[in-house]
């Protein structure tokens, strides 16, 4: 019996022949031996490729941009843009100065990459940044 099952679903017939497999196969025989089971649904969370490309944009905006005189890193940049988009809290640290409580990116879902990436494209044109990232296709330039 597997341990945990983990299924992709595309579109409702495909989906519906995956649920029906997993049922028959590996759901059906551990409810019949008296396994308790958590089924957990969700969207997809952020491809690689979005990952790659938010990187390389976030890099770009790194070398380029001085923020209130400050060069700020890539990571910095991600917890910036990350806090902007969801409206994130700040919150007094430990040790004095601030805290962003933001959302990882590696939560995300393929929609919120989308959104995180159309915000960081929107800042990058109103600031003459050259992401390095053809905008149509994704690919990220050498």
Known sequence: MAEKLTLTLFNPQQGHQALMRAWAE?????LVAGHRLILDVKPEKR?????RRL??????????????????????W????TAALKRERVVP???GGFVVLGQSTSKMTKAEMCELQE???????????????DMETGEIYA
């Open 78 to 81: 991600k917890t910036m843009f």
């Open 55 to 76: 990187w390389a944009m976030l890099g770009e905006v790194s070398k380029q941009v001085d923020w209130y005189g400050q060069k700020m890193s890539a990571e910095d």
């Open 119 to 133: 915000l960081i494209e929107a800042f990058a044109a109103e600031r003459e940044v050259k992401l390095g990232v």
């Open 26 to 30: 590996c759901v059906k025989p551990m």
């Open 93 to 95: 640290g430990i040790n």
């Open 47 to 51: 491809s690689d490729a979005q990952n």
